[in-house]
């Protein structure tokens, strides 16, 4: 694989998760008929918030490996950073339905590793090649 088809599969599996977040929120609003917002039901805000808290993170990790893709990083930090992030997700989702009590607080622990992890490994790939 190249590293953008290691990126590509990444945004390919997000890709793949934002819809069951979606569908999930649509799942209580019809059931509950809740049209907008939370209705004050505590299942409908956690499943907004799992779903809110996947798009506030997705793409500032996915913007991460498309920058290391794009500074050739190693195909090894990307699979790394990518599995973490996703793994992450999963355990994060889990944790707000309930399923994995630490889920959330893995998952949460896990996507702050990614971000300073990519950072860090950015700030490498700049510095210590020189001059390209």
């Known amino acids: ?60 990790a996915l913007i991460g490996l498309i920058a290391i893709a794009m500074m050739n990083g190693s195909p ?8 973490v992030y996703f793994v992450g997700r999963i355990l994060h989702f889990l944790g707000m339905s309930g399923r994995f009590g630490q889920g959330r607080f893995f998952g949460t622990l896990m996507t702050l590793f990614v971000f300073f992890g990519e950072g860090l490994y950015l700030l490498y790939l700049i510095f210590a090649h020189g001059p390209v």
């Not at 809740?34 to 499943?47: F, T």
């Not at 090894?76 to 599995?83: V, Y």
């Open 1 to 60: 694989m190249t590293t953008f088809q290691i990126v590509a599969f990444y945004i390919a599996l997000s890709l793949f998760l934002n819809p069951v977040l979606m569908f999930r929120i649509g799942l209580v609003r019809q059931k509950k008929k809740i049209n907008l917002g939370d209705g004050g039901d505590a299942d409908m805000l956690a499943r907004i918030r799992t779903h809110g808290n996947f798009t506030e993170v997705a793409p500032l």
């Open 76 to 83: 090894i930090m990307l699979h790394l950073f990518g599995a």
